[in-house]
C-alpha cells in the first residue's frame, strides 16, 4: 500500500516533508554530498579516538519540588532529555518531559549503534509523574520507544509532536497523542505548546526518509499565568528561523538549545548547530538564557567529548555575553531558572557566526 497523501504546504509536497528556503541561512550553505563521501568518512572515523567522561559528581537539586511563580525547574537528564516543571496557578506544576531517552543505545536494536558514554543523569522511576512528552521528530536519539513505553506504563501522559510522528509512538502504546505542523499550537495543562520551525530531517529505516517532520516547541502559558517561556529546539542546524520564531511568538526566557554532534561539518552542516552557531540563535531569538544540549551523551559525530563546551565559552565570550547568559547544567542537574533576564540587543553576533 502507498503512504498516505501529507499536507501541502511550504515545506511539504505531499509526499515528503523538506526545509523551505525560507529558513535557510543567506546564502545558503549545504551542498549535496555523495555516498563515496558517506562511506570514506565511516571509514576514517574508525580510527578517532574513544570518548572518555569522567564520573559527574552527584546531581544537584530536587527535581520534585514545586517551582515557585516566575521560575522554571530544568533538570538535565543528557543529550536532548530535560524535566521540566512550570508552575501553575493554584501552587500545582506541569510536568513536561522532552525528547526522552533513557536507553542505552540510541538504536534499533539492543546490540549495536550508539551507547552512551554516561548513564541518564536521573533515572526514570526517580522522576516525579510526567504529564505531557514533547517528541521533535523520529531519529531514534530523540524517539526512543523503549523509554516512551515505559512512560507510558507508569505515568500515560500526553504527546505532542510533529506530523508523521504519531504512527512510531504508537508503537510504545501511547494513545494521547497530538500532531502539531509548524506554527499550530495545542493547550494542554495551562499552557500553550506551538511547533515550530526546525532545520533538519528524518528517517528510522532507508525507506522513510522524511516521511515525518521535525519541529522546535515553544512553551508559554495559554493566558496569563505564573510560568517563563521555554524553547526548545529540538534539532536543528542553523538558519533564519530563529529570528522567525521571536518575531512570530515572542522572545523565550529561557532556550534550550543543542551545541554538539556537528562534526564534519559538509555532512553535519544542514542539520546540526556549531557552538557559535547555537550563541547565535540565542541573539537571533533574543532568549533571556539559554542551556546546551545534545552533547557529551552519545558519540555520533567526530567532536572531541570534551570540544562543544570549551566552543561554547569562547564563543560567549566573543559574542560579549556573560557567562550566566549560555549556561551548561550538571549531568542530572536540576536549576531553578528564572524569567524576565533583560534580552541581547538585536544584530550582535558571535565572531565567525553567520547567518
Given amino acids: 500500500m502507498p503512504p498516505s497523501p501529507l499536507p501541502m504546504s511550504d515545506h511539504c509536497d505531499g509526499r515528503r516533508f523538506f526545509n523551505p528556503a525560507s529558513i535557510l541561512p ?43 511563580p516566575g521560575t522554571a525547574h530544568v533538570t538535565f537528564i543528557g543529550h536532548s532529555t530535560f ?54 521528530h523520529c531519529h531514534y536519539d530523540h524517539l526512543d520507544l523503549p523509554s516512551l513505553a515505559a512512560l507510558g506504563r507508569r505515568d500515560a501522559p500526553a504527546v505532542i509532536t ?16 497530538v500532531e502539531c505542523d509548524w506554527w499550530e499550537s495545542h493547550d494542554f495543562g495551562g499552557m500553550r505548546i506551538t511547533s515550530t520551525p526546525a532545520r533538519h530531517g528524518s528517517a528510522r529505516t532507508p525507506f522513510d526518509a522524511n516521511r515525518a517532520l521535525w519541529c522546535g516547541f515553544d512553551i508559554r502559558p495559554a493566558s496569563e499565568g505564573p510560568a517563563p517561556s521555554v524553547f526548545f529546539a529540538g534539532d536543528s542546524g542553523h538558519g533564519r528561523h530563529w529570528a522567525q520564531i521571536r518575531a512570530r511568538l515572542g522572545a523565550p526566557d529561557i532556550a534550550l538549545l543543542p551545541v554538539g554532534a556537528y562534526d564534519p561539518r559538509f555532512l553535519m552542516e544542514p542539520v546540526h548547530v556549531t557552538p557559535e552557531e547555537a550563541v547565535s540563535a540565542l541573539i537571533d ?12 551523551t552519545f558519540r555520533l559525530t567526530d567532536e572531541p567529548y570534551d570540544e562543544p563546551l570549551r566552543r561554547l565559552a569562547v564563543a560567549r565570550a566573543a559574542a560579549g555575553l556573560a557567562a550566566e547568559r549560555f549556561v551548561e547544567l550538571g549531568h542530572g542537574e536540576c536549576r531553578v531558572m528564572a524569567a524576565g533576564r533583560a534580552v541581547m540587543h538585536r544584530g550582535l553576533a558571535p565572531q565567525g557566526a553567520s547567518g
Fill in 162 to 177: 510533529a506530523p508523521g510522528n504519531a504512527r512510531h509512538i504508537r508503537k510504545a502504546g501511547l494513545r494521547d497523542i
Fill in 83 to 136: 524535566l521540566l516543571r512550570l508552575p501553575r496557578a493554584g501552587g500545582t506544576a506541569l510536568t513536561v518531559l522532552t525528547d526522552p531517552v533513557f536507553s542505552d543505545r540510541c538504536s534499533p536494536v539492543r546490540w549495536a549503534g550508539p551507547r552512551r558514554v554516561l548513564p541518564p543523569g536521573r533515572g526514570l522511576d526517580t522522576l516525579p509523574r510526567v504529564d505531557l512528552v514533547l517528541v521533535s
Fill in 285 to 296: 531569538l533574543e532568549a533571556g538564557q539559554a542551556v546546551g544540549m545534545h552533547y557529551g
Fill in 26 to 68: 543567506v546564502p545558503p550553505r549545504a551542498r549535496h554530498v555523495g555516498l563515496g563521501e558517506i562511506l570514506r568518512w565511516q571509514w576514517r572515523r574508525r580510527r578517532l579516538p574513544a570518548w572518555s567522561a569522567p564520573p559527574p559528581p552527584p546531581p544537584a537539586g530536587d527535581p520534585h519540588a514545586l517551582p515557585d
